[in-house]
C-alpha cells in the first residue's frame, strides 16, 4: 500500500510540475509527461520499478480514449470514412511495412525479423496523436480525420498481426524462449492473449462468440445503457456515474480480450453505438479524467522506459535509424495523401503527426521477442526507436505549426470562415421554462445542447423526439463536454437557485465570450445573476403573471387595449423599481431585515399604485399619456 | 341589400366621445358588422386570414377612426398593409375586392376651415385621405366621400355629437338598404350629418 502510494505521488508530482512548464513553452502536454518520465527514470529504477508492467496497465488509456473518440462519432460519420479507414489506412499499413522490411533486408537482416519489424513500425502512437490533435482542436479538420482513419485502422490491424508474428519464428530463438518463459509474462496482458477456454473452442465456435461478443456490445449499449443509467439516477450519487461508465467499459475490453479482438476496437464500437446515447456527455465526462490520468501514465512510463545506457552507447546508429524511420513514415503518407486527395496543411498534418512509432511497437515488439521472432538484442534497439520518435513527435507537431500552417493560413483563411459551424445554444434545465426556450430555438433552426439531470423528464422528452443529454450543468466538465468553448448562448433555465446563480457566476468567470440568458426564480435572484454577470435576466413567473393580470381586467371589462397598455405600463414601472431596488439590495442582508430597502419598495409600490390609475404626472403617465385628446390634457391636468 | 362591414379604430376609445357615441350606435345595429380593431388585436397580430374572409363577406368596407397626425391610428396602417396582399386585393389575380365600396367615416379636432388650402392645415380633408382613396382605387373598389365630423372636440354644441351618430346609424341603414345615393354623394368632397344622401323610402 505504501509503495504504491508514494509510486503514485512520484508520478503526480513529476507530472504536475513538468506538464504545466511544458504547456506554457509550447511543447504541449505530451512532451512534458515524457520528460517527467525521463526525470523519473533514475529514481524508479532505485524503486526497483517495474515499468513495463506499468506501462500495459497504463495503456488502458488508449482504450478509454478510443471510447471517448466513438462518443464524438456517430455511426453515419464512421460510415462514410469507411473509404479512408480501409484504402488509407491499409495502405500506409502496408507500404509502410514494405519499405521498412527493403531497409532492414538492406541492413543485412533476414527477411522474418525485416517483415517484424516492418509491422512493428507500421503502426503509429494513436494516444500522441489523438491526445495532441484533441488539445490543438485539430480532430474534426480534414488532416485529423485522416489521420484518425489511420489510427483506427492500425488499431484493427494489430489483431491479425499478433495472430501472424508467430508464423515467422526462427527456430533457433525459439528454443532459447521456450527456456526464458519468463518474458510471456509481459504479453498476458495485451491484446490477443486468448484465454484457455476460448482457445480450445473449435473455429466456427470462436467465430459465433466472437459476432456475439460484438452483437452484445452493438444490442446492450443501444438498449441496456438507458435502463442501466435510470437505475443509478435513483440513487443521487454523483460517483456511481463514474463507476458505472468505468464499468462499462472494463467490461467491455475484458469481453473483448476474451474473444481474442481488440479491446480498443470493442470500446470504439460501444463509444460510436452511444454517440446518439443522451447519456453521451455524462460518459465522457466521466471517462475523460480517468483517460487523462492513465495516458499521462503511460507517456511517462515511455519517458522512463528509455534505455540510456544502451541510448549513449549506440546513439549515432539508433538516431539514424529513428530520423530514418520518421523520413519513410512521413513519405509514405505524403505520397497516399495525394491519392486521397488531402491537400494543404492538412496534408502535413498527417503525414508529420503520424510519422512515429506507437505504443503498439512495444506490445508487438514484446511480443516478437517471446515467439522468437526477432532477437532480444534487436528489440532493445528497435524498443529505444519506438520511444525516440515518440518522443520527437512533439518537436514535428511544433515543426507543423510554426512553419507549415502558417504558409496554408493565408490562402485557407477564407474557406475556412464559410465552413465555420454555426455557434451553438446550451440550454441548462429543460423543464417547462427551458423546454419553451429550445422549442422556440430549434424552429428557428438554431443548433442546441440541452442538458438536465431528471432522467424520468428525459424518457418523456425523448417519447416526442427531443434530443436531451443526461448531466448537471452546473459541473463545470459537463459544460465543456457539451461545448462550451465553441457556444454562443448559454440558456439557465435549472430549478435550483444556489446552483444557477453557481453557473453563471463560473461562465461569466471561464468563458467570458457566452452569452448567457437566465431564468430569475425571484427578484433577489435577479440582483444575484446580475451581479454573477448574466447578460439577460428573466423573472419566470413574471411575464405569464402580467398576462394572467391583463386577462383579469380584460374580464373585468376594460377595453382590450386599454389592458394591454396598462399592464405594458405596470412592466415598465416594474422594471425601474427593479433598477431603483437592486441598488439597495445586499445579499448580505435579509430583505426583511434591510431597512433602506424596504422603505424604498413601499415608497414605489406607492407610486406605482398612483400610476396605474392615471394620477400621477411622473413617469406612471407612459401607460396612460398618448391618446388622451388635446384640450381634455389640460382640464384633467 | 349590401352586406356592410364597419371597422373601427381608435386606441384611446376610452377617452373618445364623438367615436364612442358612434360605435355605440353601429354596435347596435344587428344588420351590419361591427369589429372594433383595437379590441380584437390589442397586441397588433392581426389574423390575415380571418380578416381576408371578412372582406369576402361583405360588400361595403367602412372605416372608422379619428385623425391622427393627418391618417388613420396606427392599427389601421398595420391592417392595411398585411390584409391587403398581393394576389388577393391587387396585382395578378388580386381581384377579390373588385366591385366592393369603401367609406371612411372619419372624426377631426379641426374646423372645416382649417382643412383648406388658406387654413391651418393648408389642404383639404379629402388631400389628406388620398392614400386610402388611391388604395380603394387599386383594389378596384367604389370609393364613397368620407363622412366627416370637423371641430369634434369642441363642447360648443353638445347636440352636435348626437345628431353626428344618429346620422351615423341612418347612414349605415342606408348603405344595408341600397338607398343611399352613391352618385349625388360622389358630387361632394366630404358629407356631414346634415345632408346625408339618402334616397327616401323607410
Redesign the interface.
Known amino acids: 500500500m505504501d509503495g504504491f502510494l508514494l509510486l503514485a505521488f512520484v508520478f503526480l508530482v513529476a507530472g504536475v510540475i513538468a506538464v504545466p512548464i511544458a504547456t506554457k513553452l509550447g511543447l504541449g502536454s505530451v512532451l512534458g509527461y515524457l520528460i517527467a518520465g525521463i526525470a523519473i527514470s533514475p529514481l524508479l529504477h532505485s524503486l526497483g520499478v517495474n515499468v513495463v508492467s506499468l506501462q500495459h496497465f497504463a495503456e488502458f488509456g488508449v482504450v478509454m480514449m478510443l471510447f471517448l473518440v466513438g462518443l464524438e462519432l456517430e455511426p453515419r460519420m464512421l460510415w462514410s470514412m469507411r473509404d479512408k479507414l480501409l484504402g488509407l489506412g491499409g495502405l500506409q499499413v502496408a507500404l509502410t511495412t514494405g519499405l521498412v522490411m527493403l531497409v532492414a533486408m538492406a541492413l543485412g537482416q533476414a527477411w522474418t525479423i525485416a517483415l517484424a519489424i516492418g509491422l512493428v513500425f507500421s503502426l503509429s502512437s494513436t494516444a500522441i496523436v489523438l491526445q495532441t490533435l484533441g488539445e490543438k482542436g485539430q480532430l474534426k479538420s480534414d488532416g485529423g480525420q485522416a489521420s484518425f482513419s489511420v489510427l483506427l485502422f492500425q488499431d484493427i490491424a494489430v489483431i491479425p498481426m499478433l495472430a501472424f508474428i508467430p508464423l515467422l519464428a526462427l527456430p533457433e530463438l525459439l528454443d532459447a524462449v521456450h527456456s526464458v518463459a519468463t518474458v510471456a509474462a509481459h504479453v498476458e496482458h495485451d491484446v490477443a492473449v486468448e484465454v484457455g477456454f476460448f482457445a480450445s473452442l473449435d473455429a466456427w465456435q470462436r467465430a459465433l462468440l466472437t459476432i456475439a461478443a460484438i452483437g452484445a456490445v452493438i444490442v446492450g449499449g443501444s438498449y441496456l445503457t438507458q435502463p442501466i443509467f435510470r437505475f443509478i439516477a435513483m440513487a443521487k450519487l454523483r460517483e456511481l456515474f463514474s463507476a458505472t461508465a468505468l464499468m462499462m467499459v472494463i467490461g467491455i475490453a475484458l469481453l473483448m480480450t476474451f474473444v481474442g479482438l481488440s479491446p480498443a476496437l470493442g470500446t470504439f464500437l460501444a463509444g460510436v453505438v452511444l454517440a446518439n446515447s443522451e447519456y453521451r456527455h455524462e460518459l465522457e465526462s466521466d471517462i475523460e479524467p480517468f483517460k487523462g490520468l492513465l495516458l499521462g501514465l503511460f507517456f511517462m512510463t515511455v519517458g522512463a522506459g528509455i534505455n540510456f545506457g544502451l541510448l549513449f552507447a549506440q546513439w549515432g546508429e539508433i538516431l539514424a535509424l529513428t530520423l530514418g524511420l520518421i523520413v519513410i513514415k512521413a513519405l509514405v503518407l505524403l505520397i497516399l495523401s495525394s491519392v486521397f486527395h488531402i491537400r494543404g496543411a492538412d496534408r502535413w498534418l498527417m503525414a508529420l503527426g503520424l510519422a512515429q512509432a506507437g505504443e503498439f511497437g512495444f506490445v508487438l515488439l514484446s511480443f516478437t521477442v517471446a515467439n522468437g521472432v526477432i532477437p532480444a538484442a534487436v528489440s532493445d534497439q528497435l524498443l529505444l526507436v519506438v520511444a525516440l520518435s515518440m518522443l520527437l513527435t512533439p518537436a514535428l507537431f511544433i515543426l507543423f505549426d510554426k512553419r507549415i500552417l502558417p504558409k496554408y493560413t493565408q490562402t485557407q483563411r477564407n474557406e475556412a470562415d464559410e465552413v465555420d459551424e454555426q455557434g451553438s445554444v446550451i440550454i441548462a434545465g429543460h423543464g417547462r421554462f427551458g423546454g419553451v426556450i429550445n422549442r422556440i430555438l430549434l424552429g428557428a433552426g438554431h443548433k442546441t445542447v440541452v442538458l438536465d439531470h431528471h432522467a424520468e423528464q428525459l424518457d418523456m422528452l425523448r417519447k416526442f423526439g427531443i434530443k436531451v443529454f443526461y448531466g448537471d450543468a452546473s459541473r463545470p466538465d459537463m459544460l465543456h463536454a457539451a461545448g462550451i468553448e465553441e457556444a454562443k448562448i448559454l440558456v439557465v433555465a435549472i430549478d435550483e437557485k444556489e446552483q444557477s446563480t453557481e453557473l453563471v457566476r463560473y461562465a461569466t468567470k471561464h468563458h467570458p465570450h457566452v452569452h448567457i440568458v437566465a431564468r430569475a426564480m425571484s427578484r433577489e435572484h435577479v440582483y444575484e445573476l446580475y451581479a454573477a454577470g448574466a447578460a439577460d435576466i428573466i423573472r419566470d413567473y413574471f411575464d405569464s403573471a402580467v398576462r394572467a393580470g391583463r386577462s383579469a381586467l380584460e374580464a373585468l371589462g376594460t377595453?382590450?387595449?386599454?389592458?394591454?397598455r396598462q399592464t405594458r405600463g405596470f412592466v415598465l414601472n416594474d422594471q425601474y423599481m427593479l433598477r431603483e431596488v437592486a441598488a439597495l439590495y445586499d445579499p448580505e442582508i435579509p430583505s426583511h431585515e434591510n431597512e433602506a430597502y424596504i422603505a424604498k419598495v413601499k415608497e414605489l409600490m406607492a407610486f406605482q399604485e398612483k400610476a396605474m390609475r392615471g394620477h400621477s404626472a411622473g413617469f406612471g403617465s407612459r401607460s396612460h399619456r398618448?391618446?388622451?385628446?388635446?384640450?381634455?390634457k389640460e382640464e384633467e391636468g | 341589400m349590401a352586406k356592410v362591414l364597419v371597422y373601427y379604430a381608435?386606441?384611446?376609445?376610452?377617452?373618445?366621445r364623438v367615436n364612442k357615441a358612434m360605435s355605440k350606435q353601429a354596435k347596435a345595429l344587428s344588420e351590419i358588422t361591427f369589429v372594433?380593431l383595437?379590441?380584437?388585436y390589442?397586441?397588433f397580430n392581426i389574423d390575415v386570414e380571418q380578416e381576408q374572409k371578412r372582406l369576402l363577406a361583405h360588400d361595403v368596407i367602412v372605416f372608422q377612426f379619428p385623425m391622427f397626425w393627418y391618417s388613420t391610428p396606427a392599427l389601421i396602417k398595420e391592417w392595411l398593409d398585411l390584409v391587403l396582399e398581393y394576389g388577393f386585393a391587387y396585382g395578378k389575380n388580386g381581384t377579390n375586392l373588385k366591385g366592393k365600396t369603401m367609406m371612411l367615416a372619419v372624426t377631426a379636432?379641426g374646423s372645416a376651415e382649417a382643412y383648406s388650402t388658406d387654413g391651418h392645415h393648408q389642404q383639404s380633408m379629402r388631400t389628406f385621405l388620398t392614400p386610402l382613396e388611391q388604395t380603394a382605387n387599386l383594389c378596384q373598389m367604389q370609393f364613397i366621400p368620407p363622412y366627416v365630423l370637423y371641430a369634434s372636440?369642441s363642447h360648443a354644441e353638445p347636440a352636435r355629437v348626437q345628431s353626428h351618430a344618429a346620422a351615423y346609424k341612418a347612414l349605415l341603414l342606408a348603405l344595408f338598404h341600397d338607398q343611399f345615393d352613391v352618385e349625388a354623394a360622389k358630387a361632394r368632397d366630404v358629407l356631414g350629418f346634415d345632408d346625408l344622401p339618402i334616397k327616401g323610402g323607410q
Open positions: 377595453h382590450p387595449f386599454d389592458a394591454e398618448g391618446w388622451i385628446p388635446p384640450g381634455s | 381608435h386606441p384611446g376609445n376610452q377617452y373618445s372594433d383595437y379590441a380584437e390589442p397586441r379636432a372636440l
